[in-house]
């Protein structure tokens, strides 16, 4: 997808992870439903896993709910044992992928340069990719948080983004699923680092380039985090699950 010229609205993603049987696509369809009947200033994303995805695509298909893979893999085709290419997202129903969650990186080694490998094959594939950046809580004891995060900038942003679509998500790692959601001034000095660095990067685009949010965003801080500077959109996880939350985040944005 190319690059609007326009300043993109807020982006509120959902990231199921390895949560959601079958049921779950009737969270999805009670997203759908009430979008459909009062349309939200945000788009709106789910990100379910690999195996409901071409259902929930099907199940949302027409409305304003967007859908994605959380992962890709870096190559187009070929021998890789339970991985999923970017193409099979798109023929899925797929329209955007989530590339390097703390996550991923975590359980599956994955470096920045594998990340932006796999930018690379989403954007052949016509995927909108949001890239996930966060620093451990070791690094923000020691204060080092924006160095470290700016350098998973630096290494998993392709130069081959300049021009498409595509979104960064600041997710602080010891925010994630544990409750403990970043301070307002924690959040406004990592995404002006990161806007300052995608600036230097991308020039005019990198100054519009959605950032994210992302660790234990709640219908009750919401509000707040999408209000603060830079902040353009929440990937939210634990409360992306229940319709009812999801929608209440949906409405701060
Ligand atoms: P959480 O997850 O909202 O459950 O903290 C966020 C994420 O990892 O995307």
Same mark, same amino acid.
């Given at each position: 997808m190319t690059l609007s010229s326009t300043t993109p609205r807020p982006l509120v993603a959902g990231n199921w992870k390895m949560n959601g049987l079958s049921a779950a696509l009737d969270e999805a369809r009670a997203v759908a439903a009430a979008l459909d009947q009062k349309p939200a200033a945000a788009r709106v994303a789910i990100f379910p896993s690999a195996l409901l995805l071409h259902r929930l695509a099907e199940t949302v298909e027409g409305g304003a709910v967007l859908v994605g893979a959380q992962d890709c893999h870096g190559k187009a085709s *070929? =021998?890789?044992t339970g991985d999923v290419s970017a193409e099979m997202v798109v023929d899925a *129903?797929?329209?955007m992928v989530i590339v390097g969650h703390s996550e991923r990186r975590t359980d599956h080694a994955e470096t920045c340069a594998q990340v932006a490998g796999k930018v690379e094959a989403a954007l052949a594939a016509g995927l909108e990719p949001i890239v996930? $950046? *966060?620093e451990p809580l070791e690094k923000r004891e020691a204060g080092q948080a924006v160095t470290y995060v700016v350098e998973q900038i630096r290494n998993s942003l392709p130069a081959s983004l300049t021009g498409q679509a595509f979104n960064v998500a600041y997710e602080p790692i010891w925010a994630i699923g544990t409750g403990h959601v970043a301070s307002i001034d924690n /959040? $406004? %000095?990592m995404h002006a680092a990161i806007r300052a660095e995608l600036v230097a990067k991308f020039g005019e685009q990198g100054k519009v380039t959605p950032i994210l949010y992302g660790g234990s965003v709640k219908p009750d801080n919401a509000r707040e /985090?999408? =209000?603060? =500077? %830079? $902040? *353009?959109g929440a990937l939210v996880g634990g409360a992306s699950l229940k319709a009812k939350d999801f929608l209440a985040i949906i409405e701060a944005a």
């Open positions: *070929g =021998a890789h *129903g797929g329209t996930c $950046v *966060g /959040i $406004v %000095e /985090i999408l =209000a603060a =500077a %830079e $902040v *353009g």
